[in-house]
């Protein structure tokens, strides 16, 4: 009981301390980058909901794949917490401004890279699905006249190098249905038209979340 509050409280420790880098982090691209950012002038209401609810969801998230992990090994651990974090990141530029940064997927792929390698992992299986995904996604974008933006081609590229292709495979189509009914739920609302652009990245990242937790 004593190791279990321990871990807790230090995964909460830890949500709190990422959460203020995290939003640090976000705002400085965003104050760096305006011309990528769809609502340039609607940045703090838009934002409202991560500066306040960040800290917590990552302290639930974090709380949650500790508990529901608790024989997995530290290092892995923390590559799992370091992958929860980064996709939350991604999920709320996406939502607030559709786009998800260059400079946040890098380290994405990286840590990706650098996990497959260190837990033994089948590197081919990994670099295939990276390299398939991003092509298949690449594909889709010039297929829906950009419709599925850069951000999500490079985000399923990376997701390939620490997911592989089963599970890859698996989180795209789920992501691609759960999005494409929301598009379609907001075209038929008026909430959307045909020619704008609908942010895909949350779909993929949220379904992945929920799959690592448990």
């Not at 004593?2 to 871990?7: A, E, P, Q, R, S």
């Not at 998800?100 to 497959?116: H, K, W």
């Not at 704008?196 to 448990?214: D, K, N, Q, R, S």
Request: hydrophobic letters at 55%.
């Amino acid at each position: 009981m004593t190791d279990t509050v321990f871990l807790l409280l230090m995964t909460i420790i830890l949500a709190v301390f990422l959460s203020i880098a995290g939003n640090r982090w976000i705002d400085r691209l965003y104050a760096a980058s305006p011309a990528n950012l769809s609502f340039p002038h609607d940045i703090a209401r838009r934002s409202f909901l991560r500066h306040k609810g960040l800290a917590f969801l990552l302290g639930v998230l974090f709380s949650l794949t500790a508990l529901r992990h608790p024989a997995m090994i530290p290092l892995q651990l923390y590559f799992l917490f370091a992958f929860e974090y980064l996709l939350l990141l991604y999920t709320f530029t996406d939502f607030e401004q559709q786009v998800i940064f260059d400079n946040m997927l890098l380290p994405f792929a990286l840590l990706g890279g650098i996990y497959t390698t260190m837990m033994d992992l089948p590197v081919f299986d990994h670099a295939l699905a990276a390299a398939a995904g991003g092509i298949v996604f690449l594909l889709l974008a010039i297929l829906t006249h950009g419709g599925i933006g850069g951000g999500d081609i490079k985000l399923i590229a990376s997701l390939g190098l620490w997911l592989g292709t089963d599970a890859l495979l698996s989180i795209t189509i789920t992501g691609l249905i759960l999005g494409g009914i929301a598009a379609l739920l907001l075209l038929v609302t008026g909430k959307k038209k045909r020619n704008e652009y609908f942010a895909y990245g949350p779909y993929f990242t949220i379904v992945t979340i929920i799959v690592a937790v448990i």
